[in-house]
Protein backbone atom coordinates (compact mmCIF):
# COMPACT_ATOMS: atom_id res chain seq x y z
CA UNK A 1 0.00 0.00 0.00
CA UNK A 2 1.28 3.51 -1.05
CA UNK A 3 1.63 5.64 2.11
CA UNK A 4 3.12 9.36 2.44
CA UNK A 5 4.89 10.39 5.05
CA UNK A 6 4.32 14.39 6.48
CA UNK A 7 6.48 15.79 9.11
CA UNK A 8 7.14 19.63 10.14
CA UNK A 9 4.04 20.28 12.03
CA UNK A 10 3.81 22.16 14.82
CA UNK A 11 2.51 25.31 17.04
CA UNK A 12 3.11 28.75 16.28
CA UNK A 13 2.00 32.33 17.02
CA UNK A 14 0.01 34.36 14.40
CA UNK A 15 2.19 35.81 11.89
CA UNK A 16 4.86 33.20 12.41
CA UNK A 17 6.02 30.50 9.64
CA UNK A 18 6.42 26.76 9.19
CA UNK A 19 7.51 24.70 6.60
CA UNK A 20 5.59 20.94 6.28
CA UNK A 21 7.51 18.16 4.07
CA UNK A 22 6.32 14.86 2.83
CA UNK A 23 7.90 12.15 1.56
CA UNK A 24 6.02 10.64 -1.66
CA UNK A 25 9.28 8.39 -2.65
CA UNK A 26 6.23 5.83 -3.07
CA UNK A 27 4.62 7.31 -6.03
CA UNK A 28 6.27 5.59 -8.97
CA UNK A 29 4.75 6.37 -12.10
CA UNK A 30 6.18 9.62 -14.41
CA UNK A 31 3.09 11.35 -14.50
CA UNK A 32 1.50 12.71 -11.17
CA UNK A 33 0.45 15.73 -9.12
CA UNK A 34 0.77 16.02 -5.23
CA UNK A 35 -1.27 18.11 -3.05
CA UNK A 36 -1.31 19.43 0.59
CA UNK A 37 -5.39 19.25 2.03
CA UNK A 38 -6.26 20.42 5.84
CA UNK A 39 -8.94 19.55 7.85
CA UNK A 40 -9.58 22.23 10.81
CA UNK A 41 -11.94 20.06 13.85
CA UNK A 42 -15.54 20.08 12.68
CA UNK A 43 -14.96 21.25 9.35
CA UNK A 44 -14.41 18.77 6.01
CA UNK A 45 -11.23 18.51 4.47
CA UNK A 46 -10.33 21.24 1.89
CA UNK A 47 -7.46 21.57 -0.47
CA UNK A 48 -4.50 23.82 -0.16
CA UNK A 49 -2.50 23.34 -3.19
CA UNK A 50 -0.71 21.40 -5.45
CA UNK A 51 2.02 20.62 -7.87
CA UNK A 52 2.43 18.09 -10.71
CA UNK A 53 5.39 16.31 -11.98
CA UNK A 54 6.44 18.80 -14.28
CA UNK A 55 6.11 22.01 -11.81
CA UNK A 56 2.64 23.59 -12.08
CA UNK A 57 1.07 24.89 -9.27
CA UNK A 58 -3.00 25.51 -8.26
CA UNK A 59 -3.49 26.94 -4.87
CA UNK A 60 -6.62 27.83 -3.25
CA UNK A 61 -8.05 31.26 -2.88
CA UNK A 62 -7.88 31.51 0.78
CA UNK A 63 -4.24 30.96 0.46
CA UNK A 64 -3.93 34.47 -1.11
CA UNK A 65 0.27 34.46 -1.55
CA UNK A 66 1.01 33.08 1.74
CA UNK A 67 1.85 29.46 1.18
CA UNK A 68 3.67 27.94 -1.30
CA UNK A 69 3.95 24.29 -2.71
CA UNK A 70 7.38 23.28 -4.24
CA UNK A 71 8.55 19.76 -4.94
CA UNK A 72 12.57 18.22 -4.92
CA UNK A 73 11.36 15.86 -7.95
CA UNK A 74 14.74 14.14 -7.36
CA UNK A 75 13.94 12.92 -3.99
CA UNK A 76 10.45 12.77 -4.31
CA UNK A 77 9.93 15.01 -1.27
CA UNK A 78 7.06 17.98 -1.36
CA UNK A 79 6.97 21.35 0.78
CA UNK A 80 4.76 23.41 2.16
CA UNK A 81 5.94 27.02 3.38
CA UNK A 82 3.28 28.55 5.32
CA UNK A 83 4.39 32.08 6.18
CA UNK A 84 1.92 34.69 8.05
CA UNK A 85 0.00 32.35 9.39
CA UNK A 86 -3.41 32.69 10.72
CA UNK A 87 -5.30 31.13 13.85
CA UNK A 88 -7.63 30.03 11.51
CA UNK A 89 -5.17 28.50 9.77
CA UNK A 90 -4.78 25.84 12.54
CA UNK A 91 -5.49 22.13 11.22
CA UNK A 92 -4.43 18.65 10.63
CA UNK A 93 -2.03 19.03 7.32
CA UNK A 94 -2.34 16.00 4.70
CA UNK A 95 -0.43 15.55 1.91
CA UNK A 96 -1.82 13.39 -0.98
CA UNK A 97 -1.22 11.84 -4.03
CA UNK A 98 -2.46 10.83 -7.27
CA UNK A 99 -0.45 9.09 -10.25
CA UNK A 100 -1.88 8.32 -13.71
CA UNK A 101 -1.30 9.99 -17.28
CA UNK A 102 -4.53 12.32 -16.41
CA UNK A 103 -3.45 13.38 -13.21
CA UNK A 104 -1.93 16.63 -14.01
CA UNK A 105 -5.46 17.37 -14.65
CA UNK A 106 -6.78 17.05 -10.93
CA UNK A 107 -7.55 19.87 -8.76
CA UNK A 108 -8.09 20.49 -5.12
CA UNK A 109 -10.66 18.23 -4.97
CA UNK A 110 -9.94 15.73 -2.13
CA UNK A 111 -12.05 13.03 -3.43
CA UNK A 112 -10.06 13.00 -6.59
CA UNK A 113 -6.64 11.77 -4.62
CA UNK A 114 -6.16 8.27 -3.44
CA UNK A 115 -2.52 8.18 -1.59
CA UNK A 116 -2.65 9.76 1.63
CA UNK A 117 -0.35 10.30 4.47
CA UNK A 118 -1.49 10.05 8.01
CA UNK A 119 -1.36 14.04 8.35
CA UNK A 120 0.55 16.81 10.49
CA UNK A 121 -0.67 18.99 13.31
CA UNK A 122 -0.58 23.05 12.71
CA UNK A 123 -1.84 25.37 15.63
CA UNK A 124 -1.89 28.56 15.11
CA UNK A 125 -2.24 31.10 18.24
CA UNK A 126 -3.24 34.58 18.87
Known amino acids: QVQLVESGGGSVQAGGSLRLSCDYS????????VGWFRQALGKEREGVGK???????KYADFVKGRFTVSRDHAKKTLYLQMNSLLPEDTALYYC????????????????????WGQGTQVTVSS
Open 51 to 57: IDDIGAT
Open 96 to 115: AAVQGLWSRSIGLDPNEYNY
Open 26 to 33: RITYFRYS
